[in-house]
């Protein structure tokens, strides 16, 4: 069975959803994801979703436990990307998503994981450490 | 697919049926609704409406229904188009329609939106269930 790839990036693991995933694919994507944190010891979950042309509620459901799971694993989740188009189905369908942080773009993401997590993702070029 | 209720009287230019009996079914589906809906011309958050309450509906029927069909048209009223969906399963029936229309009544393993939050999604939603016979459920998005 095909998978969603995992990328690790220092305390962070990268998850770029790009293909129209069937519920068993999701489902592993949970699990997959749960598993890479406990291995890695990760603090942060960067989710992308730019390319994902609906979201319903079960994909919803699955982007929100991955979010509480993560935090139970002291890991913060970031979603990034969604389509207005999206964001503005997923409202009225009765999913505001509470408790997922989201960004507008990987970029954006990925400094609001760094700032949870106080700490560099990027190797050794950082030119400023906090602590 | 013979119609029990009192819908909008319409005209069926083009009809398709597409099983629903994996999770993949339920991808190819939505990708037909996505397909459908882009022939249409329907604007990008009309699309994404209509192929997210489509997702919503075929895992209904292939979640609680145990399998069944989806028959797509593109349907005229005269005035204008739209796509009519009908969701058809012989599963064990919806025991209360009502109840299991309101936002967050579940009784899978979701979130209680499938059929509310379908609801929502388009412009006309027809629902019947017989106890141990099926349901039906038809849904229409104008253009």
């Not at chain 1, 188009?85 to 408790?99: F, Q, Y």
């Not at chain 1, 609001?112 to 106080?118: A, K, S």
């Not at chain 2, 005209?11 to 079914?25: C, G, H, M």
């Not at chain 2, 809906?37 to 895992?59: H, I, Y």
């Amino acid at each position: 069975m095909d998978r969603i790839p995992i990328l690790k990036m220092g305390d962070c693991l990268l998850v770029t959803i790009q293909v129209d995933m069937h519920d068993e694919l999701a489902m592993s994507l949970q699990e997959d994801l749960t598993a890479q944190i406990a291995k890695y010891a990760s603090r942060g979950v960067l989710i992308d979703i730019s390319s994902l042309e609906i979201v319903d509620s079960f994909i919803g459901r699955m982007l929100a436990n991955i979010a509480a799971m993560s935090r139970v694993l002291d890991a913060q989740t970031v979603l990034t990307g969604m389509q207005p188009a999206v964001a503005i189905t997923l409202v009225e369908l009765g999913m505001s998503l509470p408790g997922i942080r989201t960004a507008l773009n990987v970029e954006r993401g990925m400094a609001l994981l760094q700032e949870f997590i106080g700490d560099e993702v990027e190797s050794d070029q950082g030119d400023d450490t906090e602590e | 697919m013979g119609t029990k209720w009192s819908q909008t009287k319409v005209t069926t230019l083009k009809s398709e049926t597409f099983p629903i009996v994996t999770s993949d079914d339920v991808v190819k589906v939505r990708q037909a609704a996505r397909m459908w809906a882009a022939e249409l011309k329907f604007s990008l958050v009309d699309q994404t409406k209509f192929v997210t309450a489509t997702s919503e509906l075929a895992r209904n029927t292939l979640e609680h229904g145990g399998g069944g069909l989806m028959t797509a048209e593109v349907v005229e009223n005269g005035l204008r188009k739209g796509i009519r969906l009908t969701f058809t399963d012989s599963g064990p029936g919806i025991a209360n329609i009502e109840l299991a229309l309101k936002d967050g009544y579940s009784t899978g393993g979701g979130m209680g939106l499938g059929l509310s939050g379908s609801k929502r999604l388009v412009n006309e939603f027809y629902i019947n269930s017989e106890l141990g016979r099926g349901t039906v459920v038809t849904i229409i998005r104008w253009k």
